[in-house]
T-cell receptor, first 113, second 107 residues
């Protein structure tokens, strides 16, 4: 099936540890995005990438890092510098830069214990 | 940056009722989308509608770009319509989301 696959679905992390969330798409989309959602709130953009080996900070990039070594993959690392990492993380992709429909993965729940 | 406001924040409907959700945005945009987030967190595209009117079954949407608002109509609501409805607008390469409308449909 074509789509966006995020893993893991649920993740628990101890304070001070880095964790990497996986996002893979087989839609041949150029652009990929990472959003964070906190309870009762909308989505906020963390990082986005328009092409391979290039990415830009979104509105809340501090404490996060990404890479885009392959077109189909856009992993997000939540570092220990992120002060409040417990949240729901959503990966998305779309064809081209703008003006096209964006599609989302099923999300990853990260809890810091 | 651009501001996106959705109303109402919460809505409770009896099954079969109709509803209208509103999205106001503060500046011109080149893209507007409506999404439904189900109770498991999955975001589903409903409409890509930078202007004009579209219909898909019991749902329809209208965007009046010159007046900077969009409306989502839900007719004959069903319990499966429950969830959060988000409006998202695009300016440049960034998609900016509103805070959402939480819809609960009671049987």
């Amino acid at each position: 099936d074509g789509g966006i696959t995020q893993s893991p679905k649920y993740l628990f992390r101890k304070e001070g540890q880095n964790v990497t969330l996986s996002c893979e798409q087989n839609l041949n989309h150029d652009a990929m995005y990472w959003y964070r959602q906190d309870p009762g709130q909308g989505l906020r953009l963390i990082y986005y990438s328009q092409i391979v080996n290039d990415f830009q900070k979104g509105d809340i990039a501090e404490g996060y890092s990404v890479s885009r070594e392959k077109k189909e993959s856009f992993p997000l690392t939540v570092t220990s510098a992120q002060k409040n990492p417990t949240a729901f993380y959503l990966c998305a992709s779309r064809q081209g830069r703008s003006g096209n429909t964006i599609y989302f993965g099923e999300g990853s729940w990260l809890t810091v214990v | 940056g651009i501001q996106v406001e959705q109303s109402p924040p919460d809505l409770i409907l009896q099954e079969g009722a109709n509803s209208t959700l509103r999205c106001n945005f503060s500046d011109s945009v080149n893209n507007l989308q409506w999404f439904h987030q189900n109770p498991w967190g999955q975001l589903i595209n409903l409409f890509y509608i930078p202007s004009g009117t579209k219909q898909n079954g019991r749902l329809s949407a209208t965007t009046v770009a010159t007046e900077r608002y969009s409306l989502l109509y839900i007719s004959s609501s069903q319990t499966t319509d429950s969830g959060v409805y988000f409006c998202a607008v695009e300016r440049g390469n960034k998609l900016v989301f509103g805070a959402g409308t939480i819809l609960r449909v009671k049987s």
